[in-house]
């Protein structure tokens, strides 16, 4: 690069002349650069609106559910032998008694004798019966897996509703087999004495009809769970009871026959109040922002001002709001369920209305919001809209964005020809005050030289007089 010396003729700060020209030539791209910004700041309004109103929409997606605005309550006087939970179809304001008498489990049988290996020791060969139920059941045992793992492996590989283990049990001949019924339905007994000719011996089983003919009680007994609801006998072949209560989920963990659990079941007034207040904050994030998008400080001149897309928008909502809507409730308007709209477009709720609606006419309160039978009810009208303006194909904020990125397409080619010849046009001013520098040193060395020569003439003119 060329060393430079600005303005050493002329005086002239060359450098910040040139500097000041290229500002004033920069200006169009200066105004193309805050358009793009400008364009920038529009699509990321538009991307936070869309957030908005798919947040919205997700909000309300519950109460466009009958059964959350009919959810239920359960509370117990103890929760040490059961939980519960409730559906919509429960009974409000019902009470019962529960009493735990017995859980539900499995049968569960492990022989008495042990053996030294689970792979080494040999048991003989012949067949096992296996009896579940009043059916029973032969399982071949040959050489290839007369071991107690093998006599495992074909047990379960029988899929006859029993499976079995090995445990460990610390002792000399440590390994013992374990059988399990799949579920309480399932007893069993197993008989060895089909097996001969092998070094070990299974012994005895805690099995109804053990090994060889002894008999011994399972270790846990196939029982079915036994509860009484106020004094009515219930039995289940699971811990979990789906119909001993209608609308309830009885979930067993604790059996004390004699001591009873008092289960009430209420209307969940809370939540269901909770889920209409949901819907008040997500219309009022979108209607704010779009408020707060269209003005500045409190005028016009929003980065969204005079978009005709969002002031749509926010008519559309309004208008759902407000407008009545035919149902088989005695409710037709939001504003008796106690919103109520503000000067700044967005809702309030008033609390009393609200718990009043929902205590006296919760039927009426679902028909209006979730619709009944076929028929839907406003929320479904709300999620149809936003639905269709939150579509990743043809929403609000694709169409924008198309929009948008042409825009700042078509700038950045602008600004890319622009600085191409602003670039050129730098060079030429450098060029031109370069050439007037070197000019001006030209003009005043011939000065210097000039003025050299007349001195020296005078001077010799001036010596001669003399």
């Keep these: 690069m060329a060393i430079q010396f600005s303005g050493l003729a002329t005086g002239l700060d060359t450098s910040t002349i040139i500097t000041q020209l290229m500002n004033?030539?920069?200006m169009p791209i200066n105004r193309l650069q805050t358009d793009k910004t400008w364009y920038n700041s529009r699509l990321a309004a538009f991307t936070e609106l869309d957030a908005r109103l798919r947040s919205f929409a997700s909000s309300i997606t519950a109460l466009g559910n009958s059964d959350t605005l009919l959810q239920r309550t359960i509370k117990q006087s103890s929760t040490d032998y059961f939980s519960a939970s409730v559906s919509s179809q429960a009974l409000v304001g019902t009470r019962y008694q529960v009493e735990v008498v017995s859980l539900a489990q499995v049968q569960k049988s492990v022989t008495q004798d042990g053996a030294a290996s689970r792979t080494s020791s040999t048991f003989g060969t012949g067949t096992l019966n296996l009896t579940v139920g009043d059916t029973s059941h032969s399982i071949a045992i040959t050489a290839e897996n007369n071991s107690l793992d093998?006599?495992?492996?074909?047990?379960?590989?029988?899929?006859?509703?029993?499976s079995a283990a090995i445990i460990n049990d610390g002792s000399s001949t440590p390994y013992r087999l374990v059988l399990t019924g799949q579920d309480v339905a399932k007893t069993f007994s197993l008989d060895s004495s089909g097996l001969s000719g092998g070094t070990d011996s299974l012994g005895s089983m805690n099995l109804d009809d053990g090994f060889g003919g002894i008999i011994n009680p399972p270790v846990q007994a196939a029982t079915r769970a036994h509860v009484r609801i106020?004094?009515?006998?219930?039995?289940?072949?699971?811990?979990?009871?789906?119909?001993?209560?209608?609308?309830v989920t009885l979930n067993l963990m604790q059996a004390k026959e004699g001591t009873t659990t008092t289960l009430n079941v209420n209307l969940d007034q809370n939540s269901i109040t909770s889920a209409i207040k949901a819907f008040a904050k997500g219309y009022n994030d979108v209607i704010s922002f779009i408020t707060s998008q269209s003005?500045?400080?409190?005028?016009?001149g929003g980065v969204l001002g005079g978009d005709s897309g969002i002031n749509a928008i926010k008519r559309h909502l309004q208008s759902m709001l407000t407008t009545p809507f035919a149902n088989d409730g005695v409710l037709s308007t939001l504003s008796q369920l106690g919103f109520k709209t503000q000067k700044d477009g967005t809702i309030a709720v008033d609390d009393t209305v609200l718990s009043n609606a929902v205590g006296s006419n919760l039927d009426s309160v679902v028909s209006l919001l979730s619709g009944q039978g076929d028929g839907k009810g406003i929320i479904a009208q709300f999620q149809d809209y936003l639905s269709s303006m939150t579509n990743s194909s043809t929403g609000m904020l694709q169409g924008r964005k198309t929009s948008i990125d042409s825009s700042i397409k078509r700038i950045d080619t602008q600004i890319t020809a622009l600085q191409a010849r602003l670039d050129q046009r730098q060079k030429t001013l450098e060029s031109q005050f370069s050439a007037m520098e070197t000019?001006?040193?030209?003009?005043?060395?011939q000065s210097s030289y000039l003025t050299q020569q007349m001195t020296a003439y005078s001077n010799m003119m001036n010596s001669g007089s003399k």
Excluded: C, H
């Design 24 to 26: 004033l030539e920069q």
């Design 150 to 162: 093998g006599i495992m492996q074909a047990i379960n590989a029988a899929d006859l509703g029993v």
């Design 230 to 247: 106020d004094t009515i006998d219930i039995y289940s072949d699971s811990n979990t009871l789906t119909e001993a209560i209608p609308g």
């Design 295 to 300: 003005v500045i400080n409190g005028e016009g």
């Design 439 to 445: 000019l001006v040193s030209t003009l005043n060395s």
